[in-house]
């Protein structure tokens, strides 16, 4: 298993950025695909960004596509998303995850029930 906390939410304008940081401790993070989703109030928890273990290949969803940016650093274990532009509709609680999947599109499509790492979440206010 991989333990992951989060780092970095806050409360920006519309417009403005953030960056979301989070930090991974186990034997296992260097083989696992890491990814970031999100929760809104009354919403159910949806996909945002992921990025495979050797962190060549990043995958996103289309509403954060050329918005955010996600990046790992594996020598120090972490995971960044750098969400620039950012929008009232991206107001969520943000969760970074981790899964022994092989791709960064893996990260979207299984089933979240899949995933058994989570963080604890960091809150993201966008005010218009």
């Known amino acids: 298993q991989v333990q992951l906390v989060e780092s970095g939410g806050g409360l920006v304008q519309t417009g403005g950025s953030l960056r979301l940081s989070c930090a991974a401790s186990?034997?296992?993070?260097?083989?696992?695909?890491m990814g970031w989703f999100r929760q809104a109030p009354g919403k159910e928890r949806e996909f945002v960004a992921a990025?495979?273990?050797?962190?060549?290949?990043?995958y996103y969803a289309d509403s954060v596509q050329g918005r955010f940016t996600i990046s790992r650093a594996s020598t120090k274990n972490l995971v960044y998303l750098q969400m620039n532009s950012l929008k009232p509709e991206d107001t969520a609680v943000y969760y970074c995850?981790?899964?022994?999947?092989?791709?960064?599109?893996?990260?979207?499509?299984?089933?979240?029930?899949?995933?058994?790492?989570w963080g604890q979440g960091t809150q993201v206010t966008v005010s218009s």
């Open positions: 995850a981790a899964a022994p999947v092989p791709t960064a599109r893996a990260m979207a499509v299984i089933p979240q029930g899949q995933i058994v790492d």
């Open positions: 990025i495979k273990r050797s962190a060549i290949s990043t």
């Open positions: 186990g034997d296992t993070f260097s083989t696992y695909a």
